[in-house]
Every structure is written in structure tokens, then in C-alpha cells.
């Protein structure tokens, strides 16, 4: 459960794997996919993610720990902009016991940006970042194990609720949410659906992207920095901009993102497609983590009012 109290078993990972001894460690607003820790040790302050194995989707955000982090540790080009991870002490990249993964890495003093508007600067720093890391040409054959398929999986899994085959054993507030938003949900899967075929049947050029840009994986040090790495894709470029072309200052993002990229151009129908995507896995991750995890009563209800928001967003956008 989230608000179990881990402090001992982390602690013991920490002496265990990497050889410190902490004297204060204190828990972090954490994250959708890890909780987080700040350490002090040795004189030292580092950031701990900490994975729980019981949790459901603890294996989809840690399949690709042997890919993502020694990118990162050897992509020179991002070096300042992304946290420096530090390995355990068998030189290894991250950790784990029986119960839990963790990963360690220097500490950022600043603060994330979640629910803030980009500032100018904030927004040419990330065109920045964004340019150089879709300009990795060279890392394409280390990145094929997580190149795009344009796979939807959660479609199935949504029309599998939303066809009432399991209604028995849903709880009355998720079928409430269902029912009431059923059409929506509907057309969203069939133009999800749709889209992903194009795609395939499309010669797209791909880079390497985050896939997950938002305020709450953008640090404000000294600098911009873009953390949480787990989904890291060898994918088209407008995997990285379907959540950006919106924003404020995007002119400030995209011209800053041209002087790296000077031939680059966004494409609508694969922008829509990212879109459309990141809306639907939402969704259905909101309701597996309910439907499938062991909640507390906070964390529940927190779930669900993601889960019963993001329907109703849907449903701005396709009514009826």
C-alpha cells in the first residue's frame, strides 16, 4: 500500500546494495509509477525511487530499467540536464530485495513544475534538451528493443468493462463512471484504434524520446532538467510534442528545438495519434491500479477522482 510505512527496508537497501548509512531520510511527494525519498548520507543528499513488486504496474515502469538508465549514463549530449544516477556498489544501475526495486541518484535542489505554465526561459531550455536528445541518431540499434509498435492494448482492455461481461465483479462507483460515459469511451477506442493502423502502415522517422513530458517530470535547479526516464522510446518525434503544442510559450520551445533540429516538422495525423493514446492508457490505468492493486482508502479515492476526471474530459471532447 502507498502509505505503508517503508523506512526500514529502504533503509537496509541503502546500507545492503549501496554501502550507506543513512542519517535522515525523509519521503517525497512521489510520482505515478515509484515512491521517493530524499537521503542524506556521508555528507550527501540523493534522490531514492523506490518500486514496489506488489504493485501492478511496478513491472510495465521497470521493464526497461537495462535500457533507459545506461542510455542516459553514457548519452554525453544530455549530461547536466537529466539526474546523474549513482550505481550500487556491484556497479549496477539499481537495487532490489525480494519486495522492492530502487534507484538512486543525486539530488536536484529545486522544485518540480507541476500545474505551472513554462516560463520563457523554461520553455527555450526544454527545446533544447528535446533537440539534442531526438538528435541521437547513433543510439537506434541500443533503442530497438523499445522502438514504437503502436500498440493499444488498453482498447481491448476498456471494451472488456465497457461491454459489461465483468460488471459482477466491478465496483458500483467504476461502473457508475462506465455507464455514464460509455459513448465516449466507445468512439475513443474506435479512432484510437484507427490511428494506430495508419501509423503502421506509415514510414515514420523515429528518435529517441521521454514520451512522458509534463510539469511533474521537470525539475527547476539551477537549471531545467527532465527526469523519469521509464519511458523511454525509439519512436517518432511527436511522441515528445503531443502534450506541448498547446502550451503558451511552444513558439519559444519549438524555435529552440529548430536550432538543434533545423529540418524537423510536426506531423498532425501521428501528433493526434500520441493524443488519443496518452488519453485512453490514462483512463484505463486509472481503473486497473483500482481494480487490480491493493489501495488504501486515500489513494483510492484519489484514483478514482483521476479515473471519473479524465471521462469527463473525454466527454468535453466527444459528447454524447
Given at each position: 500500500m502507498?502509505?505503508?510505512?517503508?523506512l526500514?527496508?529502504?533503509c537496509?537497501?541503502?546500507?545492503?546494495?549501496?554501502?550507506l548509512?543513512?542519517a535522515g531520510?525523509?519521503?517525497q511527494?512521489?510520482?505515478?509509477?515509484a515512491?521517493a525519498?530524499?537521503?542524506?548520507?556521508e555528507?550527501?543528499?540523493?534522490?531514492?525511487?523506490?518500486?514496489?513488486?506488489?504493485?501492478?504496474?511496478t513491472a510495465?515502469w521497470?521493464?526497461?530499467?537495462?535500457?533507459?538508465?545506461?542510455?542516459?549514463?553514457?548519452a554525453g549530449?544530455?549530461?547536466?540536464?537529466t539526474?546523474?544516477?549513482?550505481?550500487?556498489?556491484?556497479?549496477?544501475l539499481w537495487a532490489?530485495d525480494?519486495?522492492?526495486?530502487?534507484?538512486l541518484a543525486?539530488y536536484?535542489?529545486?522544485?518540480?513544475?507541476g500545474?505551472?505554465?513554462?516560463?520563457q526561459e523554461?520553455?527555450?531550455?526544454?527545446g533544447?534538451?528535446?533537440g539534442?536528445?531526438h538528435?541521437?541518431?547513433s543510439?537506434a540499434?541500443?533503442?530497438?528493443?523499445?522502438?514504437e509498435?503502436f500498440?493499444?492494448?488498453?482498447?481491448?482492455?476498456?471494451r472488456?468493462?465497457?461491454?459489461?461481461?465483468?460488471y459482477?465483479?466491478?465496483p458500483?462507483?467504476?461502473?457508475?463512471?462506465?455507464?455514464?460515459y460509455?459513448?465516449p469511451?466507445?468512439?475513443l477506442?474506435?479512432?484510437?484504434?484507427?490511428?494506430a493502423?495508419?501509423?503502421?502502415?506509415?514510414e515514420?522517422?523515429?528518435?529517441?524520446?521521454?514520451?512522458?513530458?509534463?510539469?511533474?517530470?521537470?525539475?527547476?535547479?539551477e537549471?531545467l532538467?527532465l527526469i523519469?526516464?521509464?519511458?523511454?522510446?525509439?519512436?517518432?518525434?511527436e511522441?515528445d510534442f503531443f502534450?506541448?503544442?498547446?502550451l503558451?510559450?511552444?513558439p519559444?520551445?519549438?524555435?529552440?528545438y529548430?536550432?538543434?533540429?533545423?529540418e524537423?516538422a510536426i506531423d498532425?495525423?501521428?501528433?493526434?495519434?500520441?493524443?488519443?493514446?496518452r488519453r485512453?492508457e490514462?483512463i484505463?490505468?486509472?481503473a486497473?491500479?483500482i481494480?487490480q492493486?491493493k489501495?488504501?482508502e486515500k489513494?483510492?479515492?484519489?484514483?478514482?477522482?483521476?479515473f471519473?476526471?479524465?471521462?469527463?474530459a473525454?466527454?468535453?471532447?466527444?459528447?454524447?
Amino acid at each position: 500500500m502507498r502509505n505503508e510505512n517503508i523506512l526500514e527496508p529502504v533503509c537496509g537497501i541503502l546500507r545492503e546494495f549501496y554501502g550507506l548509512s543513512p542519517a535522515g531520510i525523509t519521503e517525497q511527494k512521489g510520482g505515478w509509477s515509484a515512491r521517493a525519498f530524499r537521503v542524506e548520507a556521508e555528507g550527501r543528499r540523493y534522490f531514492l525511487k523506490v518500486y514496489d513488486k506488489e504493485e501492478s504496474s511496478t513491472a510495465q515502469w521497470t521493464a526497461n530499467l537495462g535500457i533507459y538508465l545506461p542510455f542516459l549514463a553514457s548519452a554525453g549530449e544530455l549530461e547536466g540536464w537529466t539526474p546523474r544516477t549513482v550505481p550500487a556498489s556491484d556497479g549496477r544501475l539499481w537495487a532490489e530485495d525480494n519486495r522492492f526495486l530502487t534507484i538512486l541518484a543525486d539530488y536536484i535542489e529545486g522544485r518540480d513544475l507541476g500545474g505551472q505554465i513554462l516560463s520563457q526561459e523554461q520553455a527555450s531550455q526544454l527545446g533544447t534538451i528535446l533537440g539534442r536528445l531526438h538528435s541521437l541518431k547513433s543510439f537506434a540499434q541500443t533503442l530497438e528493443p523499445v522502438r514504437e509498435a503502436f500498440a493499444v492494448p488498453f482498447c481491448e482492455n476498456l471494451r472488456e468493462l465497457l461491454d459489461g461481461r465483468e460488471y459482477s465483479t466491478i465496483p458500483g462507483d467504476i461502473r457508475g463512471i462506465l455507464q455514464k460515459y460509455a459513448g465516449p469511451l466507445e468512439r475513443l477506442t474506435d479512432l484510437l484504434d484507427a490511428s494506430a493502423a495508419r501509423q503502421k502502415a506509415r514510414e515514420l522517422p523515429f528518435v529517441p524520446c521521454h514520451t512522458d513530458i509534463h510539469g511533474w517530470n521537470l525539475m527547476q535547479g539551477e537549471h531545467l532538467y527532465l527526469i523519469d526516464w521509464e519511458g523511454l522510446r525509439y519512436a517518432p518525434m511527436e511522441a515528445d510534442f503531443f502534450a506541448l503544442t498547446g502550451l503558451p510559450q511552444f513558439p519559444a520551445l519549438w524555435e529552440a528545438y529548430r536550432r538543434e533540429r533545423p529540418e524537423a516538422a510536426i506531423d498532425p495525423d501521428c501528433l493526434e495519434f500520441y493524443q488519443l493514446r496518452r488519453r485512453c492508457e490514462d483512463i484505463w490505468e486509472f481503473a486497473a491500479r483500482i481494480l487490480q492493486d491493493k489501495l488504501d482508502e486515500k489513494t483510492r479515492q484519489e484514483s478514482f477522482a483521476g479515473f471519473a476526471g479524465e471521462c469527463a474530459a473525454l466527454a468535453e471532447i466527444f459528447p454524447g
